[in-house]
């Protein structure tokens, strides 16, 4: 952040090492993207509440929410406005202080996620050295406040979310740890942008296409965020059919509205983080090897950082599509069912990925050397074994994937009709 | 203290007996998937059920004694509120009772305008069942789609008599309305086009992998169990009890029509662990039985006779005094079966209706041993209980 910050200011032709005050000026640029992330993930998670309502509504024959503003996007704020003015109803039977607090830890270790997530070429708040590490242990904080609010809140059914919820993002970090390590490995780095600039700009020079492991690891990953976030198939503990609203039955008002808030905005960090380990993060497809003869040369242009950004949030928004297009379309899974799947599938999967990665970066490192830890285009034969494996894993289920819908859409006498939007 | 002491002793002596370490939840009357407003008192380790206490009664509305107040005919309106999701059935059990305790003859063409309504309501009874069975299970998308399908035969049956819930239909002698001279090519469209949204459902969410693994082998009723509890209708059915009164005990237009009577034979399949007479069987035969529902409708349209469609009836109906008949009809929800008594005046003595959901009620206690809370919430749903239907 201070180096883009620098960057930027030398860039309008000053220097801030002559000023007297730099450290002051940089914090208040600190404190303003700070105010800026927050408000940014607040909302992303208002626009992705509209967004996932319409997604629904299209997806079940329905329209959605289509009368404040355009295409109703505003409705996130009149709902926002609504649960604003709502009483804050504390249940007399509760535990009042931690009724009170459980929402903000549930808050704060949603936003203290943005201190590292990337957001394009060189932008990130902090570019920290343990990155993923750091992620990883402050979403931990989320579990705590859920627990909490389960158990502050006196009811029978918020004790049935808070205790679900708390074995299962448990019992979830470890294969979503170990499916962490894959990259790690492959990159030899637990910094965020390291890890990006490991890889490249195009599908095949991405961790997941590059070796079968990769591919594994990002559906374990993808899988285990999914059980973090809650998120259907996983979302026990707020199942509404069977404890009515889990862990957040009792909360009402601007408190609820944080449980929320946390939740669509995890979206964003989930599929930031797949999108920073496995899919190629900001790296510009088609110029990785130009970006590197720019950074060589101090001469990399304003408008790759436009382009690298753009080309971040766009596979975000794609990834979130995808979770929204799976919370419409799967049942939940049962409780045992859950802790099954964690435990006898994945994270011994997760481990056998891990070993087997390590074991390929070991060989791979004593056929090519120094090349085998750099993204390599299709001039080199390690580039030309990633897009075989890109083939068989990316292009192949893609092509399944668009015969299937077709099927499925002709079957029915349906066509794709977007006139309703 | 004091408070607990009320419910404690309101509920049952059952409930005093729980063990240390077990957690009483009231899992009602005001649940998302109670299906209307029952109670279950769910005596529970962690998400284990020791078991699970049905409690009836929320949703009385005394409708039987309503039957000795009222009219004959001026009864049929509050049979609809019997089963509000299949009126018809209701209706139909009710005329058919009247009218053995009358002798009348009711026309071929109402026999046939009764089978089709009542069909079609089957399928809209069904469908709402599996909607919401999926809902139930957590895939909110299946359940509109199955509404849109009902919204379309409620379309139907509206051009049919004007109502869309609570039909009020049948007649006393036959129905109410004749059918709309351009009713039956709207029918057919949409029959050929349902015959497509039922494989579709299948692909939407039958064979979806959670889907079968949440309900393949859960809650198994065998064959002796569903028959000694008394179980009707698609749950008999489910167990693979091959009965139904359409085909066994033919009454109306029904010995016309060709059909066949799906069994659950453990639909789901070996690999998912299917066995017969589980939750995804009950579930399953209810879709199987959307088509054949069809079938009956279409052959019904084909063979539908000329002529009229009410039989002449007295305006005051007095049956003979201390007479009694009864009725039984294939209703959404299993046999329905009405008993009316007659003391020889213009009101019945007595009118009876025994209906599916209450029986289904009292097989859950005993099968809840040993589910999970999730699963209690699929059995309840694999029953289609039906609030209103249980307490009446």
């Known amino acids: 952040m201070t180096k883009f910050l620098d960057e930027l200011i030398r860039g309008w032709g000053h220097d801030p090492g002559t000023w007297r005050l730099t450290q002051g000026v940089y914090l208040v640029a600190m404190l303003l993207v700070a105010v800026g992330l927050v408000t940014f993930g607040a909302v992303f998670a208002g626009a992705v509440s509209w967004w996932e309502r319409r997604v629904a509504g ?26 604003l003015l709502k009483e804050d109803l504390i249940p007399e039977e509760s535990d009042h202080v931690l009724f009170r607090i459980a929402p903000y830890f549930v808050l704060v270790g949603f936003v203290l996620t943005f201190v590292v997530l990337p957001f394009g070429y060189q932008m990130s708040a902090t570019n920290m050295n343990v990155g993923l590490f750091y992620v ?16 502050a809140s006196n009811s029978k059914w918020s004790l049935f979310g808070g205790i679900r919820a708390a074995a299962q993002v448990v019992s979830y970090e470890i294969p979503a740890g170990l499916a962490i390590l894959v990259p790690i490995i492959m990159a030899g780095s637990l910094n965020m942008h390291d890890i990006i600039r490991a890889q490249g700009g195009n599908p095949w020079s991405w961790f997941m296409f590059q070796t079968p492991m990769g591919f594994a690891a990002f559906f374990v990953l993808f899988t285990a965020l999914l059980a973090e976030g809650n998120r259907t198939p996983f979302d026990l503990p707020e199942a509404e059919s069977e404890i009515v609203a889990g862990y957040n039955t009792e909360y009402s008002g601007m408190r609820f509205a944080y449980f929320f808030l946390a939740e669509w905005g995890n979206l964003w960090v ?6 920073t380990l496995f899919l190629g993060g900001w790296q510009v497809p088609f110029l990785d090897s ?6 060589v040369a101090g001469t990399v242009p304003g408008w790759f950082y436009a382009a690298s950004t753009a080309v971040f949030v766009l596979k975000v928004l794609v990834l ?43 060989v791979s490192f004593n056929i090519w050397g120094a090349k085998a830890t750099q993204p390599v285009g299709l001039t080199h034969p390690r580039g030309w074994i990633h897009f075989a494996w890109f083939a068989v894993f990316g292009l192949l289920p893609l092509v399944a994937f668009a015969v299937k819908t077709r099927r499925n859409i002709t079957l029915t006498g349906d066509r794709v009709d977007l006139t309703n939007w | 203290m004091a408070l607990d002491q009320i419910t404690m002793t309101k509920v049952s002596d059952r409930v005093l007996h729980q063990d240390l370490g077990e957690m009483v939840l009231n899992m009602g009357p005001q649940h998302p998937s109670t299906h209307g407003v029952i109670n279950f008192i769910v ?36 049979t609809d509120r019997v089963d509000y999701l299949a009126a018809m059935f209701a209706n139909e059990g009710y005329a058919i009772a009247v009218e053995k305790l009358m002798n009348l003859q009711v026309p071929p063409r109402a026999h046939y305008l009764r089978a089709i309504s009542c069909e079609l309501n089957r399928i809209a009874s069904h469908l709402i069942s599996i909607g919401s069975m999926a809902m139930d299970i957590g895939a909110v998308t299946p359940f509109p789609y199955a509404l849109r399908e ?3 035969i409620n379309d139907l049956i509206e051009a049919l008599c004007g109502a869309r819930l609570t039909y009020n239909y049948h007649r006393i002698g036959g129905v109410a309305f004749d059918m709309p001279d351009d009713w039956t090519p709207l029918c057919r469209k949409w029959m050929d086009h349902f015959d497509k949204v039922l494989d579709e459902w299948d692909r939407l969410i039958s064979r979806n992998e959670i889907f079968l693994q949440r309900l393949a082998g859960l809650a198994v009723i065998p064959a002796e169990m569903a028959i000694s509890y008394g179980l009707v209708g698609p749950n008999l059915r489910g167990s693979g009890v091959d009965f139904d009164l359409r085909r066994d005990h033919p009454y109306g237009a029904y010995p016309d029509f060709k059909f066949e009577v799906p069994v659950g034979k453990g639909h789901a399949g070996a690999r998912a662990g299917g066995t017969a007479g589980d939750c995804f069987d009950r579930f399953y035969c209810r879709v199987l039985e959307c088509r054949q529902s069809v079938a009956i409708v279409r052959q019904a349209i084909d063979k539908l006779p000329p002529g009229e469609f009410m039989a002449k009836v007295p305006k005051k109906i007095r049956p003979e005094a201390w007479s009694e008949a009864q009725s039984r009809i294939e209703a959404a929800r299993g046999e329905m079966a009405y008993y009316v008594v007659s003391d020889g005046g213009e009101r019945a003595y007595r009118v009876r209706a025994r209906t599916g959901s209450y ?10 041993k040993g589910l999970m809370i999730a699963d209690l919430v699929a059995l309840i749903a694999s029953l289609d209980v039906v609030a209103p239907e249980i307490d009446r």
């Open chain 1, 58 to 83: 299209r997806m079940q024959s329905r329209i959605g929410p289509n009368r404040v503003g355009p295409g109703g996007f505003l409705q996130w704020i009149a709902d926002a406005l609504k649960l």
């Open chain 1, 136 to 151: 990883v242990s402050i979403t931990a904080l989320v579990v705590v406040g859920i627990l909490i609010s389960g158990w």
């Open chain 1, 270 to 275: 989930m599929s930031a983080i797949l999108t």
């Open chain 1, 290 to 295: 130009r970006l590197r003869m720019w950074e």
């Open chain 1, 320 to 362: 979130v599509n995808v979770v929204i297009w799976i919370r419409w379309t799967f049942p939940r899974i049962r409780v045992d069912q859950m802790m099954g799947l964690c435990w006898k599938y994945l994270v011994p999967i997760a481990m056998a990925l891990v070993v087997l990665t390590a074991f390929n970066e070991w």
């Open chain 2, 43 to 78: 005596h529970a380790d962690g998400e284990v059920m020791k078991r699970a206490i049905p409690e009836v009664g929320y949703l009385h509305r005394a409708i039987e004694k309503i039957g000795e107040m009222v009219s004959y005919n001026g009864f049929m309106p509050y």
């Open chain 2, 150 to 152: 009902r919204e379309s």
């Open chain 2, 359 to 368: 029986l289904a009620m009292g097989i859950i206690e005993d099968l809840s």
